[in-house]
């Protein structure tokens, strides 16, 4: 489709010299005599680029100009004029023209003038194109990935569930535990503020908290009568065990993160007394 250009200006014989030649390049030309027409023009069609006069009776080329770019700030404006002011001049290129062309001009100069905005405008419509689909490439990129990661999340989180599942079926009577141990937990810190970052490492670390219990012989674990002081302290060494096992799990938190989290915590979430030996007795 042949690209359409409007040219404004007050002399008739100008307007039809400039509309013959840019005939010939294979543009399609609408004439207006003043301003004002050519935003009627303007305001009815569409139009890839402008050629206006400066000085021009109703409406001048500038102020023409401003209201095409107010309405389409990428519609490129070639201004000409037989009387060059530079304060003229310098207004017309601040408010947005491309081009400036003196009277009376070469007609192979205008051809040229109009050639070059054209291409700067398709080259522009192109780049414009191309972001748009790098865009929308992106967001299908982002939303495939989120959704692999939810999908694996969710079966990393399945696989912690069944493992915590099976160290609860070595003690009967505290069958489900670790589950509810998880649902309190993050009640509790979504209660405190936790970030979603904090809340998955909790959920993870709620449910494996007694993976200890794997290393504890069943006949112990399942004991119906009272446990023997040997027995007792073997149960007790069940969060040894659970921090060997552990101990691969990346993304830890670093031992200073974790100090300075107890001095925080310390009188508020968790006893100073306690806190004390165990900061003082340097256990970790």
């Keep these: 489709m042949p690209e359409s250009i409007l040219i404004a200006d007050d002399e008739e014989m100008i307007c039809s010299i400039l509309s013959q030649r840019l005939s010939q390049e294979g543009y399609v ?17 569409n139009f890839s680029l402008i050629i206006s006069d400066i000085n021009m009776p109703e409406m001048t080329g500038i102020e023409l100009l401003r209201q095409v770019r107010a309405v389409q700030p990428n519609m490129l404006v070639i201004m000409i004029t037989a009387y ?16 400036f062309i003196l009277k009376p001009f070469d007609l192979d100069l205008v051809v040229f003038s109009v050639k070059k905005a054209l291409e700067k405008k398709r080259l522009e419509e192109e780049l414009e194109t191309y972001r748009q689909y790098l865009e929308r490439l992106v967001e299908q990129k982002t939303a495939k990935l989120q959704k692999s990661y939810r999908t694996l999340k969710k079966a990393h989180l399945d696989s912690v569930k069944v493992l915590a599942e099976a160290i609860d079926a070595k003690d009967p009577y505290t069958r489900g535990h670790s589950d509810r141990v998880r649902k309190g937990s993050l009640r509790i810190a979504m209660k405190l503020g936790f970030s979603k970052k904090r809340l998955e490492s909790l959920e993870f670390g709620a ?6 219990k794997i290393g504890i012989r069943d006949e112990v674990l399942q004991k119906q009568g009272r446990l023997t002081p040997e027995e007792y302290q073997y149960v007790q060494e069940h969060p040894l065990i659970g921090v ?41």
């Design 207 to 212: 449910l494996l908290h007694d993976i200890g």
């Design 29 to 45: 030309c609408v004439t207006a005599n003043n301003g004002r027409e050519a935003l009627q023009h303007f305001y009815a069609e």
């Design 84 to 99: 060059p002011e530079i304060g003229m001049v310098v207004e017309a290129l601040h408010v947005g023209a491309y081009d």
């Design 244 to 284: 060997k096992i552990a101990e691969g799990v990346n993304a830890a938190i670093p031992l200073q993160e974790v100090l300075a989290e107890l001095e925080r915590g310390k009188g508020k979430q968790f006893d100073p007394q306690i806190v004390e030996i165990f900061l003082g007795e340097k256990i970790f």
